[in-house]
């Protein structure tokens, strides 16, 4: 791992496989695209296993996903749409906002830069 890999921000035209982490201890791996985003959230390692907000609908599973950017220091904001929800009509998205971003770190040093 070098200082490189981890990144200040992040935007959706960032193509590769990314570890973001938040304060709270969640891990979010997210993989980008030219067609999509897709992401698995990881609970915090010593996070209760209660049904509350350190424990989401979804969680481990990857989920198609939309965001603008995402930046260390700030909360991240995710949008998504399901296609099990298509027959519900009052159904448009669920959006997921997360602890303050602690870190973002690039997994795939071949997909340096964007567009690539």
Known sequence: MKP???LDR???????????TTES???????IN?????????PAVDAPQAADA???YFDEAPIECHFRMIQVGYPATFVF?????????DYAATIRATAEIRSIRRVDPEGRGRGS
């Not at 749409?81 to 009509?89: G, K, Q």
């Open 81 to 89: 749409t399901r296609t099990d929800r298509d027959d519900v009509s």
């Open 34 to 42: 030219a067609d999509h985003a897709v992401i698995v959230r990881h």
């Open 25 to 31: 201890g969640s891990i979010y791996e997210l993989q």
């Open 54 to 56: 350190s424990h989401l």
């Open 10 to 20: 992040l935007d959706a035209a960032d193509l590769g496989s990314f570890i973001v």
């Open 4 to 6: 490189s890999d981890f």
